[in-house]
């Protein structure tokens, strides 16, 4: 047998839904204006979909650029052939960074001067026009200029004639905060500030694009939008809203399936898994599921999530191990080796969503779906 005979699904594998990534920014163009750009934010290869998968998907559905975190995410899609504007959003720190920038045509994130004056040099010494963008704080307290510097930064790039500002923009901190609550008056305040330095460049002749939003933003308020919206956990088919997709018509992009590798029947008491933090209340029968911890699968979900065979739930029992976790399936004497077990995602009728895992572990969608590792292969259906 040889290599190309191995079939990816041995234990554990992720699934990958294309036409979900699509439909999803379709359904987000049409909730913006037409003379707004949608960003495709691809970083961490896709939250975790896989980026070039993702970014082909997101193109299709009317994605005019894509943002990534990193250098590597944004060489990694050039390198298969993604043409389109990429904005690198996180900071870039050295010369050799910034040169590969250039090279490659991506657009760095400027935060400040000494940023704005190394591109400029490069690009001077190799008589190219360096497209970039800044980014200002409005209150993320993290990358970015401070507000009383955003004017002065960004009358300097249009001083450096080798610098060419395609976007200024920031980052909402509390977007996806309840409504009217408090902490939502905070995204008002960074909105306000935003525009303030927006209303001091209203003189500056060339175009430039304006953008605030991420997916919170993006549902929240069409005034949040500017020019563009940067839409990253909507396009992989979740609200970032806690506990619901109401008001979008969202398709989960991934599933998350392993195969059951052994059944047991054990007498009642028995302890299961380290610890021994379960132990049966009747004679039962047990099916170890080839995912554990190691694949992505926090352990804190021990003893508290519930998985899905042929549409119906089953509960996991005792600890989640590196490489395993173990189920319930006395009700069902059908179940064997081999059956296969949805994690994560759709399974007919019935899902399991990560919302159902946040309220257990106190994680965010974000983070579980960037979560799942690469010992699981993606499978794109
Ligand atoms: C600068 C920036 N814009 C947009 C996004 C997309 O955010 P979301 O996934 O909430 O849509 C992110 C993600 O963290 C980000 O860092």
Redesign the pocket.
Known sequence: MTLENIDFRQRAWVEVFPKAIKSNTEVIRNLISNNCLLMA?V?ADGYGHGSVTVSQAALEGGASSL?VATLQEALDLRKSGIACPILI?GNLVTREDFNFCLDWDLMPTLSDSREALLCQKLAESKNKSFDVHIKIDTGMTRLGCDLDAATGLIALVDQLKNLSLQGIYS?LALADAELDSCADIETLNQKAKFESVLLDIKGRKKKICRHLA???GTFRDKSLHFDMV?????LYGYS?FANSNKDCILQPALAVRAKVTLVRDVPSQTGVSYGHSFKTQRPSRLAVVGIGYADGISRALSGAMKVLIDGKTYPQVGSITMDQLVIDITENPGIRVGSIVTVLGEDGNSSITPYQWTEITGSIP?EILCGFKYRLPRVVI
Do not use: E, F, Q
């Open positions: 934010v970083k943002g959003l980052h991420n997916s919170a940067r839409v990253g956990l909507a970032p974000w």
